[in-house]
Structures are given as structure tokens and as C-alpha cells.
């Protein structure tokens, strides 16, 4: 990729990618493997195996993982199909005024999410400092350091997403094997009784969510890959294969020492100032990806303002969150992300790929109409049924982002068909009496 075409200054929050910008799928692996190796990982592993016990833990960890590789790499294959970024999509798949809602939702998510993070962080470090050291910070300050590490990062958009993320993965491979090594076995997990609070559909619905915001901007890291099937493959490994191993390995430990999280189990087991390294990096590369994406929303929506100041702007309104303690609100906060942001990526999906949408079939309009029935009303049937389900009135698959999911397809496949069928002089079109 050549960054020297002014990348950095727009991100082409409104243009395709060119050419010139295409590269190798590896970034996406990266960028997303690494944003798997934060803070909210480590804590939603622990909270599903002390909620299940390590053995049905693995098996949500799986599922969760399946359904998160397979929405990802579809996602990261329409990023690079299109070379669009997410907000161009949303215009495409919602129409211009069901896609600014979908994009002020979902930039307003975004944003939300790095305070989430930000506030994590500054909570997490400064009890890790004061363990380790006897020196109390308070976390408001380091949740401000830390959101001007952000911006800076997301600054440099992608590239600067896959260079953090090339570090932190090996790093917290040889973490991991150096707690392993250094006090908690695998062995020892059998002596301790398995807790059973947490159901199954509802550990896979908190696995999905914990990285749902990651899978729906998937096309903002695949619109630069120049293979778009090689965008999805890594998506897919990234998301089905090394997120399910990052979930149990971390979960072992934390389980076996009975801990918070992964970080307290690092702690206490002498290594506490790179578990401090490993958790900054994580929640840098975590959070810049959210402000990088929620930045190119608003940008895209917001025409008067370019993108380094949306930046900016962003990373300030998510400190301030931060420093409220948004982490007081972290699992409801993923369980709401788990039901309403699945089926935009699924609109998303089948707007691109279905070959009977209009952009599949290369008959989409210039410029987009200004409400998509399909796309709109699919979005509203798979929140609402996502909402009902996981608040136990019903279920169709007893998981939550799996029945938005099938809801939202359905009701787009529905509409869409409906459409179809009244197209005038179409060979399919509705007969007359």
C-alpha cells in the first residue's frame, strides 16, 4: 500500500479505493487478530467460564467463533469486492436516509465503544500500577493518555491498525505461555466444580457481540485488499479460528487461579509489567479501530469536516465517556451491540453478494434511493427480534445474534422478492386477473 497519496488527510471516507492504495490480505489478519488480544477478550473469557465452567466454555468460545468468522469474512469480502468503506454501503444496502440513520447509529456506537474501552483500560492499569508498584493513578488520567495514543493511531488508518497489530499477537503468545509455564497448568483445571449460571445461547450471543462492532466494519479494512476472496480468508482464520484459541487459552488460566481476568492471572504470576504492556496494546489497537471506523462515518455523513479533525473530535467525546466509567455498562453494553449490529452486517451481505439485488446484478443506480424498504425494515425486524430474544420472550436457535441474524435475512429475502416480483416487464413479474 503507498500511503503517499494524501491517505492519512481523507481515508477516502467518501471515494472507492484506488488502485494505488490496493495491497496483500495479511493487514486484515493482523488488524484483527490483534484487536482480539484486548482487554474485553480477556474479561468476557473470563466471565463465560466462570459462568459455565471451562468445559462448555470451549464449546461457546467455538460457536461464537464459527458465527463470527463466517459474518466476518463475508463482511471483508464486500469491503474489497466494492472498495467501499462501511458508510457507503450503508447508503447502498438502507438508501441515503435509512443509511444516515444506520450510520449515526452506528458512529454514535462506535465512539461509545472507545469510551468503553478508554474506561477499561484507565480501571484495569491503574489496579494492575497499584499492585504492582504501590503507586495509585488515578484512571481518569490514564484513560486520557491513553485516548491521545488512540487518536494518533487511528490517524494513520489502516496501516497504523496493522502495525500494533503485528506486535501484540506474539506478545501475547509468549505471555501465555509464560504464565502456563510459570504456575497454572492446564492439568489443574479438573479439581474445580463447574458453575452453571451462564446458559449456552447466552455465552455465544456475548462471544459474538464481544467483536460484533469489528464484524460489521470489516469493509473498512477489506476495501484495501486487492483479492477480495483473500480478504476473507483472512477475516475468517482471524475471527473463526485464532478468536476461539485467544477465548480458551485465556480462559485456562483465569480459571484455574480463580482470577478477574487473564492481567491478574500475569500478575500474580511475576510478570505483571508486560501483562501492563500487553493490556495498553490491546485496548490501543481495540479502540483505534472503533474510532477509526465510527470516524469515517461521521466524516462520510458530515460533509464540511474532514477527517483527521472528525478524528480528533471523536477520540475527546470517548475520553469523556471514559472518564463517567463507561465499564460499568460493559455487558449490557455488548449484550445491546449482540442483537442490533448483526443484521446490519447481514443486510450489508446479502445487498452485495445476493444475485438478485440490484448491485449484484450490476443494475444498481447511481445514486441510491433514499429509503431501501428491504434493507430498513429487515434492520428493525432483526434488532427487534434480537432485543425479544435476549430478554427470553421467545427464541428461534436459543441465540440471540444468530436469530437477528436469520430474522433480518429473511425479512430482506421477503421484501426483495416482493419487489422482484412487481418489476414491470419482467419476466417474473405478478400477473394480472
Same mark, same amino acid.
Given at each position: 500500500?503507498?500511503? =503517499?497519496?494524501?491517505?492519512?488527510?481523507?481515508?477516502?471516507?467518501?471515494?472507492?479505493?484506488?488502485? %494505488?492504495?490496493?495491497?496483500?490480505?495479511?493487514?486484515?489478519?493482523?488488524?484483527?487478530?490483534?484487536?482480539?488480544?484486548?482487554? +474485553?477478550?480477556?474479561?468476557?473469557?473470563?466471565?463465560?467460564?466462570?459462568?459455565?465452567?471451562?468445559?462448555?466454555?470451549?464449546?461457546?468460545?467455538?460457536?461464537?467463533?464459527?458465527?463470527?468468522?463466517?459474518?466476518?469474512?463475508?463482511?471483508?469480502? !464486500?469491503?474489497?469486492?466494492?472498495?467501499?468503506?462501511?458508510?457507503?454501503?450503508?447508503?447502498?444496502?438502507?438508501?441515503?436516509?435509512?443509511?444516515?440513520?444506520?450510520?449515526?447509529?452506528?458512529?454514535?456506537?462506535?465512539?461509545?465503544?472507545?469510551?468503553?474501552?478508554?474506561?477499561?483500560?484507565? %480501571?484495569?492499569?491503574?489496579?494492575?500500577?497499584?499492585?504492582?508498584?504501590?503507586?495509585?493513578?488515578?484512571?481518569?488520567?490514564?484513560?486520557?493518555?491513553?485516548?491521545?495514543?488512540?487518536?494518533?493511531?487511528?490517524?494513520?488508518? *489502516?496501516?497504523?491498525?496493522?502495525?500494533?497489530?503485528?506486535?501484540?499477537?506474539?506478545?501475547?503468545?509468549?505471555?501465555?505461555?509464560?504464565?502456563?509455564?510459570?504456575?497454572?497448568?492446564?492439568? %489443574?483445571? =479438573? *479439581?474445580?466444580?463447574?458453575?452453571?449460571?451462564?446458559?449456552?445461547?447466552?455465552?455465544?450471543?456475548?462471544?459474538?457481540?464481544?467483536?460484533? *462492532?469489528?464484524?460489521?466494519?470489516?469493509?473498512?479494512?477489506?476495501?484495501?485488499? #486487492?483479492?477480495?476472496?483473500?480478504?476473507?480468508?483472512?477475516?475468517?482464520?482471524?475471527?473463526?479460528?485464532?478468536?476461539?484459541?485467544?477465548?480458551?487459552?485465556?480462559?485456562?488460566?483465569?480459571?484455574?487461579?480463580?482470577?478477574?481476568?487473564?492481567?491478574?492471572?500475569?500478575?500474580?504470576?511475576?510478570?505483571?509489567?508486560?501483562?501492563?504492556?500487553?493490556?495498553?496494546?490491546?485496548?490501543?489497537?481495540?479502540?483505534?479501530?472503533?474510532?477509526?471506523?465510527?470516524?469515517?462515518?461521521?466524516?462520510?455523513? *458530515?460533509?464540511?469536516?474532514?477527517?483527521?479533525?472528525?478524528?480528533?473530535?471523536?477520540?475527546?467525546?470517548? !475520553?469523556?465517556?471514559?472518564?463517567?466509567?463507561?465499564?460499568?455498562?460493559?455487558?449490557?453494553?455488548?449484550?445491546?451491540?449482540?442483537?442490533?449490529? +448483526?443484521?446490519?452486517?447481514?443486510?450489508?451481505?446479502?445487498?452485495?453478494?445476493?444475485?438478485? =439485488?440490484?448491485?449484484?446484478?450490476?443494475?444498481?443506480?447511481?445514486?441510491?434511493?433514499?429509503? #431501501?424498504?428491504?434493507?430498513?425494515?429487515?434492520?428493525? %425486524?432483526? =434488532?427487534?427480534?434480537?432485543?425479544?430474544?435476549?430478554?427470553?420472550?421467545?427464541?428461534?436457535?436459543?441465540?440471540?445474534?444468530?436469530?437477528?441474524?436469520?430474522?433480518?435475512?429473511?425479512?430482506?429475502?421477503?421484501?426483495?422478492?416482493?419487489?422482484?416480483?412487481?418489476?414491470?416487464?419482467? +419476466?417474473?413479474?405478478?400477473?394480472?386477473?
Amino acid at each position: 500500500m503507498n500511503d =503517499s497519496t494524501g491517505f492519512i488527510a481523507e481515508g477516502y471516507a467518501r471515494q472507492l479505493v484506488p488502485d %494505488a492504495q490496493l495491497g496483500g490480505a495479511h493487514r486484515v489478519f493482523f488488524i484483527v487478530a490483534g484487536a482480539l488480544c484486548g482487554l +474485553p477478550v480477556y474479561v468476557l473469557a473470563a466471565q463465560v467460564v466462570h459462568g459455565m465452567g471451562l468445559g462448555r466454555a470451549r464449546y461457546a468460545f467455538l460457536a461464537g467463533g464459527l458465527i463470527s468468522g463466517t459474518l466476518g469474512a463475508l463482511s471483508a469480502y !464486500c469491503g474489497a469486492r466494492t472498495r467501499m468503506n462501511l458508510a457507503m454501503l450503508a447508503d447502498e444496502a438502507f438508501g441515503l436516509i435509512g443509511g444516515r440513520v444506520v450510520k449515526t447509529v452506528i458512529a454514535l456506537s462506535l465512539v461509545g465503544w472507545v469510551g468503553v474501552i478508554l474506561s477499561v483500560l484507565g %480501571a484495569t492499569a491503574g489496579s494492575a500500577i497499584s499492585s504492582l508498584y504501590g503507586v495509585t493513578i488515578n484512571s481518569a488520567w490514564i484513560a486520557i493518555a491513553a485516548a491521545v495514543a488512540v487518536a494518533g493511531i487511528a490517524l494513520h488508518g *489502516v496501516r497504523g491498525l496493522e502495525q500494533v497489530g503485528m506486535v501484540i499477537s506474539p506478545l501475547l503468545l509468549g505471555l501465555l505461555a509464560w504464565t502456563f509455564y510459570k504456575g497454572c497448568p492446564p492439568t %489443574a483445571v =479438573s *479439581v474445580l466444580a463447574a458453575p452453571t449460571s451462564l446458559g449456552f445461547g447466552a455465552a455465544v450471543s456475548a462471544v459474538v457481540g464481544e467483536y460484533v *462492532v469489528g464484524i460489521v466494519i470489516q469493509p473498512d479494512y477489506g476495501r484495501f485488499v #486487492r483479492r477480495p476472496a483473500g480478504a476473507g480468508i483472512a477475516s475468517g482464520l482471524a475471527l473463526g479460528v485464532a478468536f476461539p484459541c485467544i477465548l480458551t487459552l485465556s480462559a485456562m488460566p483465569t480459571y484455574t487461579c480463580s482470577a478477574a481476568d487473564l492481567i491478574a492471572v500475569m500478575v500474580a504470576v511475576g510478570i505483571g509489567l508486560p501483562a501492563i504492556a500487553l493490556l495498553v496494546l490491546g485496548a490501543w489497537i481495540d479502540a483505534s479501530a472503533c474510532l477509526y471506523s465510527g470516524s469515517l462515518s461521521l466524516t462520510n455523513e *458530515v460533509k464540511r469536516f474532514r477527517l483527521p479533525w472528525v478524528t480528533v473530535c471523536s477520540a475527546g467525546i470517548g !475520553c469523556v465517556f471514559a472518564i463517567f466509567h463507561a465499564e460499568r455498562l460493559f455487558m449490557p453494553f455488548l449484550a445491546l451491540l449482540g442483537v442490533t449490529f +448483526p443484521p446490519v452486517a447481514a443486510i450489508n451481505i446479502l445487498h452485495t453478494l445476493w444475485p438478485w =439485488s440490484e448491485r449484484a446484478s450490476g443494475q444498481a443506480a447511481v445514486r441510491p434511493p433514499a429509503i #431501501r424498504r428491504a434493507g430498513v425494515l429487515a434492520w428493525i %425486524a432483526g =434488532s427487534v427480534t434480537g432485543y425479544f430474544t435476549s430478554n427470553g420472550y421467545f427464541t428461534v436457535t436459543g441465540i440471540a445474534s444468530i436469530d437477528s441474524v436469520l430474522i433480518a435475512a429473511g425479512v430482506w429475502l421477503l421484501v426483495t422478492t416482493m419487489n422482484r416480483a412487481r418489476r414491470p416487464g419482467a +419476466p417474473w413479474a405478478l400477473k394480472k386477473a
